[in-house]
């Protein structure tokens, strides 16, 4: 995940980075140092399952499934149609 896409989400979600550190449990200013850089930059991994995670909550709350990061979206409708039965 870039950093474009990573801060993309974050926006989505209707979260400032503040609100992205409280669910982080980061200070503001890394989640600031996480998005700063260029934009085709990758985060961290552990960053980028955060966000995933992050997003998953989002698009289930706004009832939404294309706010899920594209990385893990097919693999939430798939979970969601074995649920279903």
């Known amino acids: ?3 474009a896409e990573f801060a993309c989400i974050r926006q989505a979600c209707g ?3 503040d609100d992205l550190a409280l ?3 980061l200070s503001p200013e890394a ?3 996480i998005e700063r850089g260029a ?3 990758d985060v ?3 960053h980028a399952l955060a966000m995933e995670r992050v997003s998953l909550q ?3 709350s706004k009832e939404n499934p294309t706010m899920a ?3 893990v979206r097919s693999d939430a409708l798939d979970l969601a149609w074995m649920i279903r039965g």
């Open 69 to 71: 990061a594209a990385s």
């Open 23 to 25: 669910e982080f449990g």
């Open 15 to 17: 979260l400032s980075q």
């Open 58 to 60: 989002c698009a289930a």
């Open 1 to 3: 995940m870039t950093r």
């Open 44 to 46: 961290k991994a552990l």
């Open 31 to 33: 989640v600031q140092e």
């Open 39 to 41: 934009d085709d930059e």
